[in-house]
């Protein structure tokens, strides 16, 4: 009786590891894109009150200069509550503080004109107003500056308890900055966090794609297709 031996029981493959790059990228760009989103986010507020700190303002019975630094889109404001600083020029109503409380914005007059003392057309635009660092501001009308320069803007009223506030919108500039932190907060979280799901994932393990080998034949007698010996007829001598 003959035994071929069978092949040794291969063990079951070893689950891979997992990718620990992919898991420390997705991590980083998670926390980067929620601390980046939170700051901005935060910013905006601080970066409204500065815009409504910085619009250029002119008294009520002055003409003031005002300087352009560039060309664009600008929002005529009457401010009903803040305070104005001490302006250059004999204008009686500056470095005052002023609060006009009445339910209906008071009627202001306002002229601009260029350095070549050309008249400005202003639109009328009443949508954006402001309340922000201790002032109060509503739209009155936008201007288009076209050349950057020199300009001067003329504002009469029956209310002293006013001035006329000109810049870009605080409000838009918050906006877009709220826009952008939002912006930087989703993609973080969406890219990080398919990024640590990918990571999480396991390696294939070695030789888990490789066909199973097949184990050798087993049994009794002799091995399939051995030649069989001949039939030795008896003599007789």
């Known amino acids: 009786m003959v035994q071929q031996p069978g092949a040794p029981f291969a063990g079951a493959p070893q689950p891979g590891g997992r990718r620990a790059g992919l898991l420390g990228v997705g991590a980083l760009l998670l926390a980067a894109g929620v601390v980046a989103g939170i700051v901005m986010f935060l910013a905006s507020s601080s970066n409204y009150e500065d815009g409504v700190k910085n619009l250029a303002r002119a008294p009520i019975g002055c003409t003031t200069s005002l300087e352009f630094d560039e060309a664009g ?19 009686p109503n500056t470095d005052t503080d002023y609060d006009s409380s009445g339910d209906d914005l008071p009627d202001v ?17 009443d949508s954006t107003d402001y309340d ?9 009308a936008t201007v288009q500056i076209d050349e950057p320069g020199s300009y001067e803007i ?19 500039d918050a906006a877009s900055m709220k826009t952008m932190a939002i912006a930087a907060l989703v993609a973080g979280i969406v890219i990080g966090g398919l990024l640590i799901v990918l990571g999480l994932r396991r390696k294939p393990a070695p030789g888990a794609g490789a066909p199973p080998v097949p184990p050798a034949p087993t049994g009794f007698g002799q091995a399939p297709g051995a030649p069989q010996p001949g039939y030795q007829t008896p003599g007789y001598q």
């Open 132 to 140: 922000a660092g201790g002032f109060v501001g509503q739209a009155v």
């Open 154 to 172: 003329t504002a009469t009223s029956d209310e002293d308890e006013v001035v006329v506030a000109v810049g870009h919108d605080p409000k838009g």
């Open 73 to 91: 889109a600008y929002t005529i404001y009457v401010e009903t509550v803040g305070s104005i600083g001490e302006l250059r020029g004999d204008c």
């Open 109 to 125: 007059d306002i002229t601009l004109v260029d350095d070549d003392g050309d008249e400005v057309d202003l639109d009328r635009d």
